[in-house]
Every structure is written in C-alpha cells, then in structure tokens.
C-alpha cells in the first residue's frame, strides 16, 4: 500500500552543468542531460549526432530514416526496455522530429556545418578520388567551378574521369587510372583547361572544398548550396589555417615534414583521420571564406 | 462466483471506509503496488509473467478482454454477456453493479437507484457543462456552479444516498476483477484502462484512484483509438505475415465515438509498430445524441423534470428508454414510430424519421466533422493518403455518422476487419500483453504504440495567458523546457501555475497544480533565467522542473524544484481563483523572446 502507484522514479537532485552558458539538469540515474529541444544547439562532440543515432547515412531519405527510427523504437521503447529506454527515446524522439522535416533538417545540418555526401570514412564514395597503384607526388584534379562538361577527358580516360550527372561536370575517380598517355590526351582535350596537376598534399583539401555546401538560410532568403569561387585560393587560406592549427596543438606532428616513408594505406588513414578531426572546424572555417571571398 | 465476489466486496468495504476517512486528505491511501514493481520492475523476471488484463469502461458498456497465449479472448459474464452495462445500483445493503446483476427491465436502471454515466461526470466540476447535460439523468447530480465536485446521489428506499463517481467507478471494478479471477483462476492487479482522449490529467487521477480502491493497478491508461491502432498494426503484421509481402506503412484514421466521447486517430503503421500522429477527442457521444433527441420530443423537459420528484424520474425514464429505442432502429429503418405513456395523462405519440434526427443533432455532427478536420491537420497527413478508414463504438452505426467520415475521407468503404464494439478491449488486451513483457513465439506480439500527448502542457505567463511548453501530439515520451524571466524589478518569488488544454487563456484549460519559486536573486526585471522543463515519460508521468540561473553564473540560484504532477485535488475550479485573488499579478512571469 505505500508503494506509488506509478512506476517508481527514483530521480536525483538535478544538477545545473557549469560549462554550459544554458540551464541543462541531470539525472542521476540516467546520466543523460537535459537536452534543449528548440532547434538544435551544437551538442559535445563526444555525444552522437541524429545520423549516427538513428543509425542512417546522412543522404538517408525519409523511408529509411522511418525504417531505422522504428527499428531502433522496438528496441528502446520504455514499453520494450523498461525505464531504462525513457532517456534513449528522448533522443530518438528528438533526431526523428528534425531529420523528417525538410526546415529541420537543413538547419540541423548547416549548423554542423555537415555535408549530405558522407566524409571521409570511405575514400572512393562520392566526391573523392582513390589511387591506383602508388602514391604519386601529383594528382589531378578538376576545377568544377570552371568545367562545362564536354565529356571530352571522360571518353578518353574513361577509367580516371568520371561524370557526376547531378552536377553536370566531370571529376576525377581513380587518380592514374588509364595510361599516362590517355590521362595526358584527355588533360590536353580539356576546352577549358579546367584538369589541374596538383600536390598530392593538397588534393583532400581540394576535393573537400569543391563540394557543394550547405548554407544557412534566413527565411525565405538563401540557403541552399555554395562552393567557394576560387577552390585553389580557398585551400591555400584553409591549410594556413589548418597549419597554425596544428602548430599550436601539436608541436611534434609540425617538425615531421617528410611523409614520404608512409605507406598509401597509412597516409590515406592518416589524412582521413585528421581530415575527421578537423570536420567539427570547418564550419568556422565556412565563416571565414565567406569574409574572405 | 459467490465465494469469490464475497471476499473481495469485504475488500471494497475496507477500501470505501478508507475513502470516506481519506475524504478531504491528500491522496496517499490510495496506492497499490504493482508485484513488478517490488521486484525492482524486472522485465523477464518469473517464468509466466503476469498478463495486464484489458479493460473498456464505456459509458454506457463496458468489456474486458485478455490475450490468452496466442489469442484474445473477451471474458463473459456468468449470463454470458461480452458486453456489460456500465452501472451499479445501491437498492440493498450492497450495492452491485451491472457485471453480475440481472436487471428485471430497463427500467429498473432508471428509477433513480442505478448510478451510470460515470465515465461523463468522474473528475469533472460543477460549472462544467458535461455535468450540467447530465443533471437530467434520473440520479441525482446537484451544483453549485463555484467549481467544486459535483453532488451525486442514488435514490435508496426513498433516501438521496450520496456517493461519488469513483466510488461506483470502483464497486464497478470490483466487480469486474471478481468475474475475471474466477474464470482465469488467479487473482488480478495489472490492467490497461482505455480513455477518451479529451481526459484531462485530473480526470487521470481519478480513473487511477478508482482502481486503486479497486485494488488493481494501473500499468496503462490508453486513449482508445490509440487502443485500435494497435489492434490494426496487429492485424496489418498478420496478414503481412501470410502474404510475404513488403510490410509498407499505412495510415489509419480511427474513428472512436461511443455514448459518452468522440475520439479521432491518425496512426502510422508498419512493421507491428503504430506510431500515433495526431489525436482528437471531445466529450460528445450517444448521450448528447439521445438527449437532444428526448428535448426534440418533448420541449418543456427541463422544467417537467427540474423537481426530481418520483413521479418524473419514473416518466423520465420511459422517455428515455423510448428514445433510445428509437435511435437504435433509425440506424436501419427510414422512420419509426415512437409511442409512450409518461404518466399524469401526458402521452408522446409520434412518428420520427432520420432527416430530424440529423437536424436535431446537426452541432454534434459537425463537432465530429471539425475533430477529424483537427486531427488531420495536426498530423499533416492528406487525405490521399489514408489507407484505412475505422469506425468504432457504439455510434458507428448511425448512418449519418458513417456517410460523414466517409465523406471527409473521401472513401466509399469503411475498414471492416473489426468489431466495433470491441476494438477498443481487444487493444487494451494486447497492450497489457505487451506492456507485460510477454512475447509470442509467432509474432503476433511483436508490437508497439509510439503514443502522442494528447493536451498541451504548459504554464500561466505573460499576464492571464496559457503557454505551452510541450504542444499537443507531441511523441511520448517527451520532455521540452523554455525560459521565462520576471516582470518586476528584484522580484524574488514566482508563482508557476501549470495548466492543460488548448486554450489561449488559461481559464479555458485544466488547472494541474502549481507550485512556488521562492528565493529569486533580487535582480531587474527580465534578468533572472526561469528555465521550466516538463518530462513526460512513456507510462505518461507528467514531472515539472523549475530552476533559477543569473546570466554570467554557472550554477543555480537556487536549488531547482521538481514536482510532479497533477497536485491538485477536487475543487481544483476554486483554487485558481484563491490563488489569483491572493497574489494577482505580483508573481507573474514572461516568456524570453528567443534572440537568433
């Protein structure tokens, strides 16, 4: 008779979090914060975004973010998982309201400054070119900015370029992929001289760059896609940045200059791996192309 | 049968006596606990877990069904009825319900002995108009209008007998608990309760207090089309299961309208797992249908009936069960003929046909037509999109009420793979295996409800106004917070009022409770951060948190408050206007505009 009638909840004195500027409670018995619900501020790193929560890839449409959001329900609901699912349920909750709604959505992933097309964890997926046998110490590389689309490098190295139809320009998907004779034929056909021998160092950098971004929008006003306008004087003002970066990080990683004694696999993981660490920068960085350009 | 329902009416008599000490008390004699809840709420804890038993207290009727292992199984009465009439009578020393009773004729229901309707007047005050509709009911209900609960008494031996609806509510249950361990040979405590959308939280409390007096205790309180959205999903796996085919997403709309409240549904269904988009409910049914009906035929009803004398409780009731026999034939003929004797001379001879049944109820059909025009709109479905149409309850029978939610929905077939009348039980039953952690090995219970919240929750700011903190059909569980600051310069006390509803003023809303910050840093007005989190939780526990921040502070004023809710108890209509007429606007608070 003096048990509550409710199942017991047994919640601690929350706790105000000292490192955050808003007002966030825990509980103990959970551990999870107080997430605030309205439109979605930048959460720890550390904590999982809507896309890895619900388990979908970014590009992910409505029916598969549907599909996992009651997957994962069956798993964690409260009415399945007991008490302990109530926290879980909250977030699930939360990342399934935004990512179903287009407004949301956008705004979620121009506030990560996140691309749709998924970074880094697999090279050769779209937008990022992969090597065929060794590393060389120059690539190629398309200006997208400039191509009109001539299909002319496609047909003749039809193993290195390839046409991104969405865009409507071609792009380099296996560096070295034909002969060198065909990639020279091909570089020489180009109408608009927009295929570049670039460093190998600064070929992440530019394919990262040259990809369409998500932009905040205001209203009715903006949003959509941009790329900066100069994609080369954007990776020289971007590896600046990322150089000083470093330098007052990691002091030891500065005075290693020679990557030549990497294996492929090892620098492709490195690159990635820094290329991760840095993803959470670039929307500041965003901010200052948009000065700068 | 006789042993057993004589063990537990010694039970109820130790829980009334309870009740009638505890009147006036906070609530704490009332609670029950669960047996899973002193094992420490283990999932997969015995070898045959407890199965909740389902429930369907319908205003009028009531059924209860069970999942028996690889079905459900709707339990009969010893006279073998699936369907009970929702009632208790208090003729003799023991009052006794209509689970067991043998009522020699309907009309014994209506000589003023019976108690019924319940369901229309439990946790609602006296200036409510639904109790004021329900003062013409042969039993007594008196009001005062000040917002207290109403007066409700059965006439015994020519004596007005008060009682309240949660105590016939809990004979009732009782009764109920009594046929069901009989016949499952094993005592009862879980059960799964479905309600009409439109109960407040309050009302909640009640429906809960009467089953805890009943000695049972509630695992799930269920919106009852929700009830048949999870009956759908059920069958939508099944033949899923039998056809191979892809199991695409459905939407359903639920149409729920029995004697005494109308519920609309939107569900989204695939894979067994029903998600709720958007609910509707208001408290119109049969008993509006047929008392407008009664006032059609006889006009001067209210002043015949204003004394509650014998006399016109005894024509009362034979308007009233000629009535009703009426509207149950026009829902096949075109016109029937009504004839009845009310006594003192006066006779009502008439023929009426189905164009003035319409007309007479025109406002409660288009109620109807809005609530499903609301809940459509609410879960941005089009109507394209419905893949199914179900009608339930006892009024989906009338022609009228089918052509108009096939009309809205532009569909010229209704779902017809249930039982109207027991849709709503069988869900509960398979919620209650569910919730009870109960699995089949053939799927059938590879299921969930994704619940939505059906009120906005919110708190009195920005003078006599109602914000919302978590909106209407929010998914549970939920949990939103918003800041408020103050309205006066080194103001140190807030007063947060929380409300329920959807009205812009909180008058138009339910009062849940309130409760008092206290030790505010003096500040200028609009400095001081009043953040107000509201977390409900999948067995829809309502918790309110309230803490204090100073801008440039990291850490609290004051320790942060945390109440749950509802806190308020009968005659909640009173306290808002004491505490409005003890502070007025000196506690106030408003909402932060949000800075971009």
């Known amino acids: 008779m003096s048990v509550s009638m409710v199942i017991g909840y047994h919640v601690s004195v929350p706790k105000f979090n000292p490192n955050k500027s808003k007002l966030r409670w825990k509980e103990r018995c959970s551990g999870v914060t107080c997430c605030n619900a309205r439109g979605g501020e930048l959460r720890a790193r550390n904590e999982k975004n809507y896309y890895e929560l619900l388990g979908v890839s970014v590009d992910a449409n409505m029916q598969e973010i549907k599909k996992a959001y009651r997957k994962l329900q069956k798993k964690y609901h409260p009415d399945i998982a007991g008490q302990q699912g109530h926290e879980y349920t909250l977030k699930l909750n939360e990342a399934y309201k935004v990512l179903m709604r287009e407004d949301l959505r956008k705004e979620y992933d121009a506030l990560f400054g996140r691309m749709r097309v998924q970074f880094g964890r697999n090279a050769s997926s779209l937008g990022y070119s992969s090597w065929k046998g060794p590393l060389r110490p120059e690539a190629l590389f398309v200006d997208e900015n400039v191509c009109i689309g001539c299909r002319e490098c496609v047909q003749h190295a039809s193993n290195t370029f390839v046409m991104d139809e969405a865009m409507g320009c071609a792009r380099v998907k296996v560096q070295y992929g034909d002969s060198d004779e065909n990639i020279e034929v091909s570089v020489d056909s180009c109408p608009v001289n927009c295929i570049h021998w670039v460093d190998r160092e600064e070929l992440a950098v530019l394919e990262f760059l040259i990809q369409p971004q998500p932009i905040k929008g205001y209203g009715v006003f903006g949003g959509g896609w941009e790329r900066p306008a100069n994609v080369f004087m954007a990776a020289k003002a971007f590896n600046k940045q990322l150089k000083e970066q470093t330098a007052a990080e990691n002091k030891q990683r500065n005075g290693q200059s020679s990557v030549e004694e990497e294996s492929p696999a090892q620098a492709k993981a490195r690159a990635n791996a820094s290329m991760e660490i840095k993803m959470g920068k670039f929307s500041r960085i965003w901010k200052f192309f948009e000065q700068v350009f | ?596």
């Open chain 2, 1 to 596: 049968m006789h042993i057993a329902g004589s063990g537990t009416f010694a039970l109820l008599l130790h829980s009334l006596s309870f009740s009638t000490v505890g009147e006036g008390m906070a609530e704490p004699a009332y609670t029950v606990a669960s047996d899973s809840e002193t094992t420490g709420e283990e999932k997969s804890s015995p070898a045959f877990p407890e199965i909740a038993i389902g429930i369907d207290i319908g205003t009028s009727q009531c059924s209860i069904a069970i999942w028996n292992g690889s079905q459900i199984e709707l339990l009969k009465n010893t006279r073998n009825q699936k369907m009970m009439r929702s009632y208790v009578t208090f003729k003799d020393e023991v009052p006794s319900g209509g689970v067991s009773n043998q009522l020699s004729h309907e009309h014994d229901m209506l000589s003023g002995a019976a108690i019924f309707n319940m369901k229309r007047l439990i946790g609602r005050v006296d200036t409510d108009p639904v109790v004021h509709a329900s003062k013409s009911l042969p039993f007594l209900v008196q009001t005062l209008d000040i917002g207290v609960r109403p007066f409700i008494a059965a006439l015994v031996n020519n004596v007005w007998r008060s009682t309240t609806p949660e105590e016939v509510l809990a004979i009732f249950l009782v009764e109920l608990r009594a046929m069901a361990e009989t016949q499952l040979k094993r005592p009862i405590r879980n059960v799964v309760l479905t309600i009409p959308v439109s109960f407040s939280r309050f009302q909640l409390t009640r429906i809960e207090r009467a089953c805890a007096m009943a000695g049972l205790h509630v695992l799930r309180l269920m919106p009852e089309p929700t009830a048949v959205a999870l009956l759908y999903a059920q069958q939508q796996q099944q033949t899923v299961h039998e056809n191979m085919g892809s199991g695409s997403e459905k939407i359903a709309l639920i149409f729920n309208m029995g004697a005494g409240y109308c519920d609309v549904a939107l569900s989204a269904t695939a894979g067994g797992v029903s998600q709720i988009k958007g609910l509707a409910g208001s408290a119109i049914g049969g008993e509006d249908l047929l008392q407008n009906m009664m006032r059609h035929l006889l006009p001067d009803i209210e002043s015949r009936f204003a004394n509650h004398g014998i006399n016109e409780i005894k024509s009362m009731g034979l308007l009233r069960v000629a009535t009703q026999d009426a509207i149950h034939k026009l829902s096949t003929q075109t016109s029937v003929q009504i004839d009845v004797d009310l006594g003192n001379g006066s006779k009502i001879c008439k023929v009426v046909n189905s164009e003035e049944f319409e007309e007479v109820n025109q406002k409660i059909f288009e109620k109807c037509e809005k609530l499903i025009i609301q809940c459509l709109h609410d879960a941005k479905v089009e109507i394209e999109d419905i893949t199914d149409v179900i009608l339930v309850g006892g009024c989906s029978f009338i022609p009228k009420i089918r052509n108009l939610v096939k009309g809205i929905c532009k569909k010229e077939a209704l779902y017809d793979g249930m039982i109207p009348l027991e849709a709503a039980v069988r869900g509960a039953a398979l919620e209650g295996a569910v919730a009870s952690g109960i699995s089949d090995p053939f799927g059938n219970l590879d299921l969930l409800t994704i619940q939505a919240t059906p009120l906005g929750i919110g708190i009195r700011a920005d003078g006599n106004n109602f914000v919302p903190i978590i909106p209407r059909n929010t998914t549970m569980p939920a949990r939103k917070d918003l800041v408020f600051t103050t309205v006066r310069d080194n103001q140190t006390e807030a007063l947060i009022i929380v409300y329920e509803g959807e009205g812009q003023k909180v008058e138009e809303n339910h009062l849940l409770g309130y409760f008092k910050i206290t030790g505010i840093p003096p500040a200028p007005k609009g400095v001081p951060e009043i953040n107000v989190c509201m977390d409900i939780d999948a067995s829809n526990v309502l918790r309110v948190l309230a803490g204090v921040i100073l801008p440039g502070s990291p850490h609290p004023a004051i320790p942060v408050m945390e109440v749950r809710l509802p806190t308020v108890d009968d005659g909640h209509g009173w306290c808002a206007e004491a505490l409005h007429k003890t502070y007025g606007s000196t506690l106030d608070l408003e909402t932060v505009q949000k800075k971009i």
